[in-house]
Nanobody
């Protein structure tokens, strides 16, 4: 049974930082990724990491966000720096045994999301 539980969201001022976490079970060899959806906008891929540590990022977050996995590889992190109001969104963790792991991949398992608000 796959479970993904996000945490770490909150409110922060522009220029600040947040670290999101996603506690997973049964996903250590899978592709994991962060997505976000702002009100009135489509969901977009933010960052992905496969079980070998290869990462992809959306252009809008390159150089500011860092995605990583914990040692047991069941936990996913997103370190977010230099946040701006355009980063305000619900952030979701997703996972899938997909062979192709990128922000554009279609992933089947999702968490409930954690809200990030930048003002």
């Amino acid at each position: 049974h796959v479970q993904l539980v996000e945490s770490g969201g909150g409110s922060v001022q522009a220029g600040g930082s947040l670290r999101l976490s996603c506690a997973g079970s049964g996903v250590s060899t899978w592709c994991m990724a962060w997505f976000r959806q702002a009100p009135g906008k489509e969901r977009e891929g933010v960052a992905s990491v496969d079980n070998a540590g290869r990462t992809t990022y959306a252009d809008s977050v390159k150089g500011r966000f860092t995605v990583s996995r914990g040692n047991a590889k069941n936990t996913l992190y997103l370190e977010m720096n230099s946040l701006n109001p355009e980063d305000t969104a619900m952030y979701y963790c997703a996972a899938d045994p997909a062979r192709l792991c990128a922000i554009g991949s279609s992933l089947r398992y999702w968490g409930q999301g954690t809200q990030v608000t930048v003002s």
